[in-house]
T-cell receptor
Framework: QKEVEQDPGPLSVPEGAIVSLNCTYS??????FMWYRQYSRKGPELLMY????GNKEDGRFTAQVDKSSKYISLFIRDSQPSDSATYLC???????????FGPGTRLSVLP | GAGVSQTPSNKVTEKGKYVELRCDPI?????LYWYRQSLGQGPEFLIY????????DSGLPNDRFFAVRPEGSVSTLKIQRTERGDSAVYLC???????????FGPGTRLTVL
C-alpha cells in the first residue's frame, strides 16, 4: 500500500461547481497536512496547511482532516477555469521531516 | 522578490553522461530540498539541506546521485552515468526553516536518450 493515495482523475466540472478532492494515507504518525496546486510546467504552490483534525477555510478553499480515518479533503467552492490544475496532497510526519506527496488529481473547470 | 530559480529549464543528454542541475533558493532560506517528479506522479523527495549540510539524503535512489550546497545558498544536484529511467522533472524548493512553507522552483526537465 502506498503511503499516500489520491484519485488521479482527470476530474472535469462546470464553472461554479463545488469540487471535492481527497487523499488517504496509511501512516498514523503523519501530523502535518498540505494541499498544493501545480499548473502545467510549473512548480507546486502551497494552498492550505493544517496540523489538526477539523476544517480550515481560506476564501473559496476549505481543507478538512480526519486523522481517525486517515483521510484529508480539499473543497473548492464556486470553481473557476483558473482553478484548472493538478492538486497534490502532501503529508509530513514531523518537524524537519520530508514531505510525502500523493500522485495528484488533475482538475479541469470548464467555462 | 525573486522566487526559487532552477537552471537549465530543460536538459537533454545521452545515456551514460554526467549532468548537473542548479538551484538558486530564495535569499535567506536556510532549508533547501530536491524532489524528482515523474509524469503523472507527485514529487518524490530526494535530499534536504539545512544550511550547508545534508540533513536527510534518504531519498537519493543510488550512489549515482549526489548533491552539494557548499555555501549554504546555491545547490547543485549531480547525476553520474545517467540512465533513461532518470528522465523526470527535478524540482527544488526552499524554506526559511524546516517547519515553514516550501517554495518550489519551476523545475528542470531532464531527458535521457
Amino acid at each position: 500500500q502506498k503511503e499516500v493515495e489520491q484519485d488521479p482523475g482527470p476530474l472535469s466540472v462546470p464553472e461554479g461547481a463545488i469540487v471535492s478532492l481527497n487523499c488517504t494515507y496509511s501512516n498514523s504518525a503523519f501530523q502535518y497536512f498540505m494541499w498544493y496546486r501545480q499548473y502545467s510546467r510549473k512548480g507546486p504552490e502551497l494552498l492550505m496547511y493544517t496540523y489538526s483534525s477539523g476544517n480550515k477555510e481560506d476564501g473559496r478553499f476549505t481543507a478538512q482532516v480526519d486523522k481517525s480515518s486517515k483521510y484529508i479533503s480539499l473543497f473548492i467552492r464556486d470553481s473557476q477555469p483558473s482553478d484548472s490544475a493538478t492538486y497534490l496532497c502532501a503529508i509530513q510526519s514531523g518537524y524537519g521531516q520530508n514531505f510525502v506527496f500523493g500522485p495528484g488529481t488533475r482538475l479541469s473547470v470548464l467555462p | 522578490g525573486a522566487g526559487v530559480s532552477q537552471t537549465p529549464s530543460n536538459k537533454v543528454t545521452e545515456k551514460g553522461k554526467y549532468v548537473e542541475l542548479r538551484c538558486d533558493p530564495i535569499s535567506g532560506h536556510t532549508a533547501l530540498y530536491w524532489y524528482r517528479q515523474s509524469l503523472g506522479q507527485g514529487p518524490e523527495f530526494l535530499i534536504y539541506f539545512q544550511g550547508t549540510g545534508a540533513a536527510d539524503d534518504s531519498g537519493l535512489p543510488n550512489d549515482r546521485f549526489f548533491a552539494v550546497r557548499p555555501e549554504g545558498s546555491v545547490s547543485t544536484l549531480k547525476i553520474q552515468r545517467t540512465e533513461r529511467g532518470d528522465s523526470a522533472v527535478y524540482l527544488c524548493a526552499s524554506s526559511l526553516s524546516p517547519d515553514n512553507e516550501q517554495f518550489f522552483g519551476p523545475g528542470t526537465r531532464l531527458t535521457v536518450l
